[in-house]
């Protein structure tokens, strides 16, 4: 199947400003996970504007659109939740909502694929159909891809795709990476235990506190030991609480934190592992512990041959200048769970203009250069048509 990249073009470049529109309306009405529910409508209603096929999904937010006809059929993912941040960037179009924020670039995905969606509607000229998949709750843990997959949302896919805003990739660029390029992410408390009593007599007692602090200190540290130092792994602890008197020795110190790692193989190991240590930790102060562990996100690993597919197509249609090879993120995207089920792959859209300062993902300050949307239009466009054998 031979595609006019021209004629791609074109179609992309008119659609631009309908995306660019399209994020700053969602970008100024930011709603949390599973209460997107004017973001679903105003979707739902462009899209239709467009005679575009959509659905609503069981889970109360969000929507599926189907452009083309028949296989085979590909995916493409995009999130539509903010953030609980009180915005700080001074724009035109900052949100409206006090204590809500589109800090993490969704507003710019669910436009992008807005925009994408609308182009492959106009061009038309290709076999097979996409299926444009309007998430929910990306944000929260675990996060809303695992209900889509148990609602049988991506059945039937032979694969799918999804953007993520880079802020440290210059606009105009797209991030290409195979194998893992996010991070599995768990959440984990470990409760110590002992008895309680008086600091003045630890030793008629258990120092629940000690104990606690050789568990933040020591259990980084063994993991690592413990661990091929090839695959990349980050425990850090985020919450340490115990006691309300310091002349008393507390019954219980509770430490929460998060583990991270690239490797699936060591993702699965990782409940059992951190369990074992944490007990051997504290074995000789003669406290207990009780760890709830919480398996979370899974990494994302991203298939080969969709990311040379989406590389060579969007080479042919954005230039090979557009085309840039990207790092691992130790932070963690629920689009894992859809790669569980299918081959996929995330790619990285470059949002950082020429002179604008890095300023990192969830920050109040939060802002990408919309030269970015134009980039993902007509990328996403050609990485869908490539997954989809056509050529240009």
């Known amino acids: 199947m031979i595609c006019d990249p021209d004629q791609l073009r074109a179609i992309a470049r008119d659609v631009t400003p309908l995306a660019v529109e399209a994020r700053r309306h969602i ?59 009180d915005e700080k960037t001074g724009l035109p179009f900052a949100s409206k909502r006090p204590g809500l924020m589109h800090a993490c670039g969704h507003d710019v995905h669910s436009s992008v694929a807005l925009g994408v969606a609308i182009t492959l509607q106009r061009f038309g000229a290709f076999t097979g159909s996409v299926r444009f998949v309007f998430q929910p709750a990306e944000e929260q843990f675990p ?14 896919l032979q694969s799918i795709i999804a953007f993520h805003v880079d802020p440290h990739l210059e606009v105009g660029k797209i991030g290409f990476r195979s194998g893992p390029i996010t991070a599995a992410s768990d959440r984990f408390t470990v409760s110590v235990q ?56 507390p019954t219980h110190v509770d430490l929460s934190g998060t583990a991270r790692t690239l490797d699936k193989d060591l993702w699965m190991r990782l409940p059992k592992l951190v369990e074992e240590l944490a007990n051997q930790i504290v ?24 990311v040379s597919e989406a590389e060579f197509a969007v080479a042919q249609v954005l230039g090979p200048e557009a085309v840039v090879g990207t790092q691992p993120s130790m932070g963690a995207e629920d689009f894992s769970a859809y790669l569980l089920k299918i081959p996929g792959a995330l790619f990285r859209l470059g949002s950082r203009g020429p002179d604008m300062p890095i300023v990192d993902l969830h920050s109040a300050a939060f802002d990408v250069d919309e030269k970015a949307i134009p980039t993902g239009v007509l990328g996403g466009a050609a990485a869908l048509l490539g997954s989809l054998n056509c050529a240009f």
Do not use: C
Request: no cysteine; glycine share 14%; aromatic share 4%.
């Open 283 to 306: 074995m000789p102060t003669g406290a207990t512990v009780q760890v709830d562990y919480t398996t979370g996100t899974a990494p994302v690993v991203n298939d080969q041959r969709i």
């Open 27 to 85: 970008h100024e009405n930011p709603e949390l996970g599973h209460l997107e529910f004017e973001t679903t409508a105003y979707l739902s209603e462009r899209l239709a504007a467009e005679g575009i096929r959509v659905e609503p999904l069981s889970v109360g937010t969000g929507l599926v659109a189907t452009v083309g006809e028949g296989e085979p059929t590909v995916g493409f993912r995009a999130d539509i939740d903010a953030l609980p941040i």
């Open 143 to 156: 996060g809303g891809a695992q209900e889509l997959v148990d609602a049988g949302v991506i059945d039937g």
């Open 194 to 249: 002992g008895p309680g009593g008086h600091t003045a007599r630890p030793h008629e007692s258990v120092d629940t506190v000690l104990a606690a602090g050789r568990i933040a200190a020591d259990l980084p540290e063994m993991l690592s030991r413990r661990v091929d130092p090839r695959s990349p792994l980050v425990m850090v602890f985020g919450k340490i609480h115990g006691g309300d008197a310091e002349n008393v020795i």
